[in-house]
Nanobody
């Protein structure tokens, strides 16, 4: 079975930047799209951003737009999340996810769209 592995999390000061990556392992993997979600302590998991693999079409949550950038490397199958101007409220476990089959942009924000999930990487932003 395909596994998704996140990396790049850590501790950063407010205003700093981090770049997260998510790489598949196991058998060949050709997702229709991939995305990032995050979950802070005591809060529900929320959508961050998503990208389709063929067209590179992106979707961002309003609170992340302008600070975060999602991208992908089609050759390696790796997805990235560049996070700039980080705030303490960005502190959360960040999860990568992928969906194998076509889903419209009106569904890419939905957790139920995704078939595969990583185990998460911790991002902590200090004041």
């Amino acid at each position: 079975q395909v596994q998704l592995v996140e990396s790049g999390g850590g501790l950063v000061q407010a205003g700093g930047s981090l770049r997260l990556s998510c790489a598949p392992s196991g058998r060949t993997f050709n997702p229709y799209g991939m995305g990032w979600f995050r979950q802070a302590p005591g809060k529900e998991r929320e959508f961050v951003a998503a990208i389709t693999w063929i067209t590179g079409s992106t979707l961002y949550a309003d609170s992340m737009k302008g600070r975060f950038t999602i991208s992908r490397d089609s050759t390696s199958g790796t997805m990235y999340l560049q996070m700039n101007a980080l705030k303490p409220e960005d502190t959360a476990v960040y999860y990568c996810a992928a969906f194998r089959y076509r889903a419209g942009s009106d569904n890419m924000w939905r957790i139920t769209t995704y078939d595969y999930w990583g185990q998460g990487t911790q991002v902590t932003v200090s004041s």
